[in-house]
């Protein structure tokens, strides 16, 4: 049962690319323009029963989307978004120490894996969480 419930959680993310949302597809960044690969951004309803939703960042491979494998990041936390790996240390753009523009990263992750960035628990980053949730920032 748990091989079969990896297998399907595997050919789900890998088909993620293919149904992913055209409204979720990131355009260009400011000062930046457009990511070296197709990157999607959106969000992830936690259950049918709560508000809770996990905020994503998706950035395709950029060897082969369709065979590489997918490689899903959660920063360590509670409140350490994922979106400090995205952009200061294995994303295909990044912001160096002391900088304040976005510069394509020379070894990006992505270069040949799909990358699934997973902001966790409810609450950090851009992920949304509810009243019940403790408050998940830099000082907590």
Same mark, same amino acid.
């Given at each position: 049962m748990k091989y079969f419930v990896?297998?399907?959680? *595997? *050919? !789900?993310?890998?088909?993620l690319a293919s149904a992913a949302d055209p409204?979720?597809?990131?355009?260009?960044?400011?000062?930046?323009?457009?990511?070296?690969?197709?990157?999607y951004s959106g969000f992830l309803k936690v259950d049918k029963t709560t508000t809770k939703?996990?905020?994503? *960042?998706?950035?395709?491979?950029?060897?082969?989307?369709?065979?590489?494998? *997918?490689v899903i990041w959660f920063s360590?936390?509670? !409140?350490?978004?994922?979106?400090?790996?995205?952009f200061m240390e294995n994303g295909p753009v990044v912001?160096?120490?002391?900088?304040?523009?976005l510069k394509t990263n020379p070894a990006p992750w992505n270069s040949r894996a799909n990358m699934l960035y997973i902001e966790s628990p409810s609450g950090v980053g851009f992920s949304? !969480?509810?009243?019940k949730d403790p408050k998940q920032d830099d000082n907590t």
């Open positions: 990896s297998t399907i959680a *595997v *050919v !789900g993310i890998a088909s409204a979720a597809l990131v355009g260009e960044m400011p000062l930046f323009g457009a990511f070296p690969t197709d990157t939703k996990l905020h994503y *960042v998706f950035t395709l491979s950029m060897d082969n989307p369709t065979k590489d494998p *997918v360590g936390g509670p !409140g350490c978004s994922s979106l400090l790996a995205l912001i160096d120490d002391g900088e304040r523009y949304i !969480g509810n009243d």
